[in-house]
Each structure stands twice: as structure tokens, then as C-alpha cells.
């Protein structure tokens, strides 16, 4: 997770006071503050670790024909020694499992997914899976870190779609600008249209991970699915990756629910059942209905509640419940969504 490779953070607690955190100084602070939402305090500056890179990532694509298949290559790969590993399944018979490895320019084939000529990276990755059942190219490092931008993974086609526009390769082109993730999720935020979308990220344990992905098939039929493995979490006691287990699997289902709100609510309260049934959490990014004694029944209540009083949070900070707890429904207006964008004054570069 992105907080592993932070080693220090600049803190401003509830009662204005500025903290220094790290793994020997307010060391329960700087484990807590991980995925706490702003409910600890305020992150105003962060030191984290570097790593060197080369100009290109050499990626080889792994067809794989089965849920089980791709968690076992998944738990195969990541015994390696390799860089970076994701997977997309397109169907319950039909995915491909990602590895790369920073290199140099060589003979292989180069791709890029940041221009507007580009093509999106996952409809690029289905199309190699129609010709080979594995293939190696190069992706130069910006394209291959930024390579979901376009399109917001899948989403994107979504976002297209509530806006009558045709989803062929010269309408991305056009409307390329708009399809950016910052965008669409801005947008979807304006637009209020989130409740009509199963957008959820679930940690597992990996000897839970085929049964949740199952699940997903019989329950929701959304695809595409995204799986990233992840090393689990040990004292970021509120991360969704603090999970005990030698491998997690973060299982990205992003689609359209196609419920009414009340039908909406009932299947998320599903899987958050589910997923703690599996021994497995899921981001607070997205939608939570949690009763309050559920949420506590992941978290440890107790030790929040005196890491609260402690940094001084109770009086002036909302707790992590109230920050991500959804408690009514949104009413989705497109056209007023658009032009609250449009005039938004949050249209500001950060050079």
C-alpha cells in the first residue's frame, strides 16, 4: 500500500497542535494514521522511500482460463523476483495476469496509453488475449504507471454511456480530456449517479479469494473484475489490507448495479457481510452501510476511541463511521451535474 512506503508524516491534530510521526516517534500515530480519513488528524507533509527506476517496464501478459488459474499464477508470480503484478478478469473463463520488470529499450515492441491516440490499457490487454496466450512488450515508465488513467480502468465506458455518447475509438479520441479518472470521478460526484454503480475494493485472504470471486460472478456478473495482490498489513490496524494471511488480494468490482436504492443498499450490505465472513475487509474509499456494531466488529473501537482522545481528534475531528458511512440516497441530475462542473472553481493546476 502507498502508506508502506512512508517513513514520516507532518501532522496537524484537532486541537491545531503539529505533530511529528514516524515508526519511533508517536509511533501509534503514524501506524493509526494509515486509511483513518482525516479522523486522526491532518497529513500536511509527508517523507516516504524512493526507488530507482529505468525508462521502460518490460510487461508480459499471462492468459489464464479460470478463477483458480489466475490465483494460483498470482501466488506463483509474486514469489519471483519481479517488480509489478496485476490481473483483469474479462469473464469467469477468461483473464490475464500481468508481471513486469523495470529494463532498458530492447527489440520488444513498444506501447503507450497516455495519448489521445492511444488506446485504452484494458481493451489493449483483452485484444493481446484474442492473439497470444502470453506475449512480452515494453511500456515506458509514465505510461505503464498512469496506464489506467484513461478510461478510469473501465469505468470510463460507463461515463460515456450516461452521456449518450457512442463507445467506439474516434469518440475516446474526441472526448479524451473528459475521460481522465480525476474527471469521471468528479463528474460522478456532481452528477450524483454513484448509487447506480456497485463501485467497491475488497481485501481478501488469498485461500478466500477464488470463493470471492465466485461470488462476484453469481451474484453480480460484473465484469471487467481487477486483482492486485498486495503484502498484508501488520500495525496499519485500520488499513483494509491489516488482514492476517500470506497474501492479500485486493478484488476491484466497478459496474453498474442495476438496483433501486433500497435493492442498492441490500446488495452492498451483502458483500460487506460476505467479506467479513471470508476474514477480509473492504476499502472505505467507496459506499459503507455498515450499522455502527458492524463496522466496530472490523475495527477495534476501544483503541481508536483512546487514540482519539489522545491526539486531541474528539472535539473537532469526525470519526472514520461518520466520514465514510452513507445515510441517504443521492438524487442524480445530469445536467445540473455538468454545469456544477463546468463552474466549478476547483479547475486549478498544482505546479
Known amino acids: 500500500m502507498v502508506h508502506d512506503c512512508c517513513v514520516e508524516y507532518e501532522i496537524v491534530l484537532g486541537n491545531g497542535e503539529l505533530v511529528t510521526a514516524s515508526s519511533t516517534q508517536n509511533s501509534d500515530l503514524f501506524y493509526a ?14 517523507k516516504l522511500n524512493l526507488i530507482l527506476v529505468k525508462d521502460f517496464v518490460q510487461l508480459t501478459y499471462h492468459k489464464v482460463s479460470s478463477f483458480n488459474e489466475a490465483i494460483n499464477l498470482i501466488n506463483l508470480k ?15 473463463n477468461c483473464g490475464v495476469v500481468m508481471t513486469g520488470n523495470f529494463a532498458d529499450k530492447n527489440k520488444l515492441p513498444v506501447s503507450t496509453f497516455t495519448s489521445p491516440v492511444d488506446e485504452w490499457f484494458y481493451l489493449h490487454a483483452n485484444k493481446i488475449l484474442e492473439k497470444y496466450n502470453e506475449h512480452k512488450e515494453l511500456i515506458p515508465i509514465t505510461d505503464y504507471l498512469f496506464r489506467y488513467d484513461r478510461g478510469a480502468f473501465w469505468m470510463g465506458r460507463h461515463g ?3 452521456l449518450k455518447i457512442p463507445f467506439n475509438r474516434c469518440m475516446r479520441f474526441i472526448f479524451n480530456n473528459i475521460c481522465k479518472t480525476r ?32 461470488t462476484i460472478d453469481k451474484e453480480l456478473r460484473i465484469y471487467p473484475i481487477w486483482i492486485c495482490p498486495l503484502k498484508p498489513g501488520k500495525y496499519d490496524r485500520l488499513s483494509a489490507n491489516c488482514i492476517v494471511t500470506d ?3 485486493n478484488i476491484g468490482v466497478w459496474g453498474e448495479a442495476a438496483k433501486e436504492f433500497s435493492g442498492f443498499i441490500k446488495l452492498n450490505k451483502n458483500f460487506e457481510r460476505i ?3 471470508l476474514g477480509g475487509r473492504k476499502m472505505l474509499y467507496a459506499h459503507q452501510y455498515y450499522s455502527w456494531d458492524d463496522f466496530w466488529k472490523v475495527y477495534d473501537l476501544k483503541w481508536y476511541n483512546s487514540l482519539r482522545h489522545k491526539y486531541h481528534a474528539n472535539d473537532t475531528l469526525s470519526t472514520i463511521y461518520e466520514k465514510t458511512k452513507v445515510s441517504e440516497r443521492y438524487k442524480p441530475s445530469i445536467l445540473g451535474g455538468v454545469w456544477n462542473y463546468i463552474k466549478s472553481p476547483f ?5
Not at 347 to 351: G, H, Q, V
Open 78 to 92: 509474486t514469489r519471483e523476483e519481479i517488480n509489478f503484478i496485476d490481473g483483469i478478469m474479462f469473464s469467469k
Open 347 to 351: 479547475n486549478i493546476k498544482i505546479s
Open 183 to 214: 474527471v469521471i470521478a468528479r463528474l460522478a460526484n456532481e452528477i450524483n449517479i454513484s448509487q447506480h454503480f456497485f463501485i467497491q475494493d475488497f481485501n481478501i485472504p488469498r485461500k478466500h479469494a477464488q470463493k470471492f470471486l465466485e
Open 160 to 162: 460515456l454511456q450516461v
Open 33 to 46: 494514521i494509515a486509511a483513518s480519513y482525516g479522523s486522526l488528524g491532518i497529513i500536511t507533509l509527508i
Open 275 to 277: 467479506a467479513f465472513e
Open 247 to 249: 497474501l492479500v488480494f
